[in-house]
Structures are given as structure tokens and as C-alpha cells.
């Protein structure tokens, strides 16, 4: 029985692809955020396995990182007891509400999609129509659940903005059916870049491991990592223009500490890049030790992972049926006799 308080509290929905180990760049520009949201919303938190093969994925890594990426969200502080958690191909309505949704979004519009114009040119060799509906999948996931807040980084934006725009024309086609969403993007973690060219987002599916920090790394490799990271030859810390690896490790100092860009410029006033990075690179790997331990100590107990994955899809399911229903009911599906 859902409570009142339950009742009133807005809801959340977010996920992240298996499509590699997650990164800080996940960390920071979502999961925090969403550990910090659940104690106020009603969280929904999704392993979007079903967007991860619009890229080729290996079937045996693909399955071990969708149950690595529960692991994950919950190491991360994401409490099963507060909020939901499940695997996105657990819940058939998602794929079932993607189809409707697809002939309720214009090809023009799919076209605009930042995220498509990118992924085709890395994956030149397989142009598929998943990675051209994506946006569509994750309208679906969203509006599922009649979600009012989604928080993304801010390379989702555009995404966000089209499942508003599905919402609203199916909504004035059909009669209200879905909660219009709105993003939620924290400042410092919006965007993470690459440590080797950061000029670039940082991507767990980038084919160099040294552009990205893997929340599950070791504690050398990230000092390692950070240590290498691509900055200008200057040797002033400082937040300006033209100085893109210095801002962004200081983006990333800034979102593990708290402090401000003003306070870390005082903070290594006078000191050189060795002495930041080394810094940084510490910090990051204090900062993820916690998670990194208690990854390692929920990875062998797949039994109780696995417990929190049916619970989650079987309350998720429940959620999505109902949405779904009025959805086939208002576009006019034959109801299946009882
Ligand atoms: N570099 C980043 N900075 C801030 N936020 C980021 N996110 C991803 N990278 C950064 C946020 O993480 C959430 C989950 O992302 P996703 O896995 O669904 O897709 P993505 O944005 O395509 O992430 P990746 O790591 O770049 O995956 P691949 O390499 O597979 O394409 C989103 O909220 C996203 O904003």
C-alpha cells in the first residue's frame, strides 16, 4: 500500500548504460546527484541495458556489467530500502510504450539529436535505427513512470528536451497522459571531460583507458591516470579560458571537495601542475575507496543482488502496466478480453 507521503513526494527516473565500467564522469554528473535526491523524491533508478546494444556490445560483458551496474548504484549509496533499482530488458513495457511513442516523433526531430550526429561517426560501420530511435527508448523509460525529474548530465539535455516535446504532442493529442519532465543538472559535475583530450566528454566506452577514471579502478591507476592527464603548458592553476585540462581537473576536485574554483586557485597559488594533479588524482581515489570497498564486497554476493533486481522489476513493472494501459486505451488498442 502506497502511503501519503508517498503519494506527494515527485518522482524520480534515471539510468546508466552498461556500455562499459561506469566512470567518474557518470558519478559526478548523475549518480551523486541521485543518491543525494532520494531521501526528498520517489527514486526509480534503471540499468539501461536495452540502449546499450544500439552500440555492438559482447553478450558475456554486457550481462556481467548489468549486474556490476546494480552493484554499483549501490555502492555508490543508492539504498534499495528508499529506492527502486531493476534492469530496463526486465520490464517489457519499455520497449512496448517505445513503439507507440516512435509514431508519435517526427523524423526531423531525431535527426537534430546531437548524441546520434556523434555516435554515427564513431560507429560509422553500424548506422542502426536503434541508435536512431535512442531518444525515443528514453522518452519511454521516462514518461513510464510519469517522472517529474530526471537528473542527467548535461550531454542529456537534448534528450530530456525531446521526451518533453512526445509528451506534450501526445498529450494534446490524446487527452493528459503523461507528467511533463524537467532535467536536473548539478553545476560542477554537468560535465566531466576527457583526461586525454578534454576538449571531449568522458565516455566508459572510450577505446583509451586513459581518458576516463573508472569509479572501480585502483587507487595507482587513478593517481596514474590523473597524473597523464593532457593540460596547457602553463603552470598557473587557474579557471580560464583556454586552459580546458586544468578546468576540467579542477571541476573534478571541485565536485569531490566541495570547494570552490576560488579557493582551489588560492589553495595551489604558486605551486605547479604536479602538485594539483597529484592532488586531484589523491582525492578522487580517497573520495571513491568507500565505493571501491563495498563494490567488492556486494560482487560476491550475486544471490543478494539478484534479490534486489526481481523486487525492483516486479515494483517497476507494476508502475509501468498502469501507464501503459491508459496509454493503448487513449490510442486505441482492442482491450485483451479477461
Ligand atoms: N562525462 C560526463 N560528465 C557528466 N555526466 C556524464 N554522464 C555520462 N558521461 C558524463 C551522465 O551519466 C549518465 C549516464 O550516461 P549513459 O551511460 O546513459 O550514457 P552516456 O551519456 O553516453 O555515457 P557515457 O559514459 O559517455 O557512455 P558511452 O561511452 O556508452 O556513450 C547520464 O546522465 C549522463 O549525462
Redesign the pocket.
Known amino acids: 500500500m502506497e502511503t501519503n507521503t508517498e503519494i506527494k513526494r515527485k518522482r524520480i527516473f ?7 565500467v ?5 558519478y ?4 551523486k546527484n541521485w543518491v543525494t535526491l532520494q531521501d526528498d523524491y520517489e527514486c526509480i533508478y534503471c540499468v ?1 541495458d536495452m ?2 546494444i544500439t ?1 555492438r556490445q559482447t553478450p558475456a560483458d554486457l550481462r556481467r556489467r548489468t549486474l556490476e551496474g546494480l552493484a554499483l548504484y549501490i555502492a555508490c549509496g543508492i539504498d534499495p530500502q528508499k529506492s527502486t533499482m531493476f534492469v530496463q530488458s526486465h520490464v517489457p513495457a519499455h520497449a512496448e510504450l517505445s513503439w507507440v511513442l516512435s509514431c508519435n516523433t517526427m523524423f526531423g526531430e531525431l535527426s537534430r539529436m546531437t ?1 546520434f550526429k556523434d ?1 554515427s561517426q564513431k560507429h560509422a560501420d553500424n548506422i542502426n535505427a536503434g541508435l536512431f530511435t535512442y531518444p525515443v527508448l528514453m522518452a519511454a523509460d521516462i514518461l513510464l513512470y510519469q517522472t517529474d525529474v530526471v ?6 539535455k537534448q534528450h530530456i528536451e525531446i521526451a518533453r516535446d512526445i509528451a506534450e504532442r501526445f498529450n494534446g493529442v490524446y487527452g493528459d497522459t503523461f507528467v511533463i519532465p524537467e532535467p536536473y543538472i548539478s553545476k560542477t ?6 583526461l586525454t583530450d578534454p576538449t571531449k ?6 577505446p583509451n583507458p586513459n581518458s ?1 577514471i573508472q569509479i572501480i579502478e585502483t587507487r595507482d591507476e587513478t593517481i596514474k591516470k590523473v597524473k597523464r592527464a593532457v593540460t596547457d603548458s602553463g603552470s598557473e592553476v587557474k579557471f580560464e579560458e583556454g586552459k580546458d585540462g586544468i578546468c576540467n581537473l579542477m571541476n573534478i576536485y571541485s565536485a569531490f571537495t566541495g570547494k570552490s574554483y576560488d579557493d582551489i586557485e588560492k589553495e595551489f597559488e604558486g605551486k605547479g601542475y604536479g602538485d594539483f594533479k597529484l592532488a586531484v588524482g589523491e582525492t578522487c581515489a580517497d573520495k571513491l575507496q568507500p565505493v571501491r570497498d563495498e563494490f567488492a564486497r556486494l560482487s560476491a554476493d550475486k544471490a543478494y543482488l539478484e534479490g534486489i533486481m526481481k523486487e525492483g522489476a516486479d515494483r517497476a513493472a507494476y508502475l509501468a502496466r498502469k501507464t501503459l494501459s491508459k496509454v493503448y486505451r487513449k490510442v486505441g488498442f482492442y482491450a485483451k478480453p479477461q
Open positions: 534515471s539510468g546508466v548504460q552498461p556500455s562499459g561506469l566512470t567518474i564522469g557518470n559526478l554528473g548523475a549518480i539501461v540502449h546499450a552500440v548524441q555516435k537528473p542527467v548530465g548535461i550531454d542529456q559535475g554537468m560535465k566531466i571531460t576527457s566528454k568522458m565516455s566508459k566506452s572510450d576516463y
